[in-house]
């Protein structure tokens, strides 16, 4: 399955600019704007194609790309974590409007350069594989995603980058389900390390839900009263050679 798959880093040429929620994207037709559900696809293409954009001209890029054949099949969307920071930015999320996802004039701010950034980190905000709106997805548990942050690494590196991280849950079913944020132990693997761990803010609101989890985690070995828990893990990039 991944012999063939080519992973690269987008460029500001072909920005990816809507995610793989609604199905894989073909390169060739990226620009053309779903009409079979009611999202503002035309308010999103101005405001994300001009937001990309000018994010990969200043810092080189902000998402490794997944390509099988002429399509994108999965993607790891990152930024600056003084861009995730910046007012306006919300969750950053391409297909949300305001907080799930940047403001509308958000591409209007002044990005800092790399040289006034006080804290050289790139955070990651989005990892997919496939689509959620395939039936059956070929493309998980097939090493692509571990392949899309080891391509990240290596170039954060190439970059002068000092860290990165990402939040993370503990390794609960439910949770994935929910969120699609991999599991904690998928970044350990990866040489980070928990930099901080409090309680999600909504995780945890529905009592059901809520239930589920915490009997996911008692029969997982997990404390309970950390299923609710938002991990964040970092990796260092001056301790790996």
């Not at 696809?41 to 990969?56: A, S």
């Not at 959620?132 to 002068?160: M, S």
């Not at 999600?200 to 609710?228: I, R, T, W």
Request: hydrophobic letters at 35%; charged letters at 25%; aromatic letters at 10%.
């Amino acid at each position: 399955m991944t012999d063939h798959l080519v992973i690269k880093m987008m460029t500001s040429e072909s920005p990816h600019w809507r995610c793989l929620h609604r199905g894989l994207l073909p390169l060739d037709g990226i620009d053309q704007r779903p009409v079979d559900d009611d999202l503002p696809w035309g308010r999103y293409y101005h405001r994300n194609r001009k937001l990309i954009t000018k994010l990969t001209q200043r810092y080189g890029s902000c998402a490794v790309l997944a390509l099988d054949d002429d399509k994108i099949i999965g993607h790891l969307r990152f930024y600056p974590s003084a861009v995730w920071n910046m007012k306006g930015a919300g969750y950053l999320c391409l297909q949300q409007d305001f907080p799930g996802g940047p403001g509308d004039d958000f591409a209007d701010r002044d990005f800092p350069t790399r040289e006034q950034l006080n804290e050289q980190t790139l955070k990651v905000h989005c990892l997919m594989t496939g689509s959620p709106a395939q039936a059956e997805n070929p493309y998980q548990r097939q090493g692509i995603a571990t392949t899309l942050v080891k391509t990240l690494i290596g170039w954060a590196k190439t970059n002068d980058w000092q860290s990165i991280e990402a939040d993370s849950f503990e390794d609960l079913p439910l949770i994935y389900e929910s969120t699609g944020n991999a599991g904690r132990t998928f970044w350990e693997k990866l040489g980070f390390k928990i930099a901080d761990r409090f309680p999600h803010p909504q995780l945890c609101d529905y009592p059901e839900f809520a239930a589920q989890l915490k009997e996911q985690a008692k029969s997982a070995g997990v404390d309970v009263n950390k299923a609710c828990d938002s991990i964040l893990m970092r990796l260092e990039l001056a301790e790996r050679s």
